[in-house]
């Protein structure tokens, strides 16, 4: 079992940088892949990033280049370093926890957080 708290959100003007944190709680967290994904008013959920186990990252081409997922197994925290943001970032991000086992698709996750919101001013 995994609990996932995301926090860090907030409003930024376009340009700016925001780093979401995710405090997990279980023993299994640093065997779990996890994802960071987000959802804009009125459309799907969509992935950002995903991080293995083993350290391999992958992004969504939007943010490429602009946020880097990472991980702390020792203090079970998940991050996000968003920079240049830009208006169109604007959603509501989750962390996601799922077996590394399973294929990567959405429903496949197994643990989400809450989800934190981050505004992007233009």
């Known amino acids: 079992q995994v609990q996932l708290v995301e926090s860090g959100g907030g409003l930024v003007q376009a340009g700016g940088s925001l780093r979401l944190s995710c405090a997990a709680s279980?023993?299994?967290?640093?065997?779990?892949?996890m994802g960071w994904f987000r959802q804009a008013p009125g459309k799907e959920r969509e992935f950002v990033a995903t991080?293995?186990?083993?350290?391999?990252?992958y992004y969504t081409d939007s943010v490429k280049g602009r946020f880097t997922i990472s991980r702390d197994n020792a203090n079970n925290i998940l991050y996000l370093q968003m920079n240049s943001l830009r208006p169109e970032d604007t959603a509501v991000y989750y962390c996601?926890?799922?077996?590394?086992?399973?294929?990567?698709?959405?429903?496949?996750?197994?643990?989400w957080g809450q989800g934190t919101q981050v505004t992007v001013s233009s």
């Open positions: 279980g023993r299994s967290f640093r065997t779990y892949t």
């Open positions: 996601a926890a799922r077996r590394p086992e399973v294929p990567p698709q959405i429903q496949n996750y197994d643990y």
């Open positions: 991080l293995s186990y083993i350290g391999n990252t």
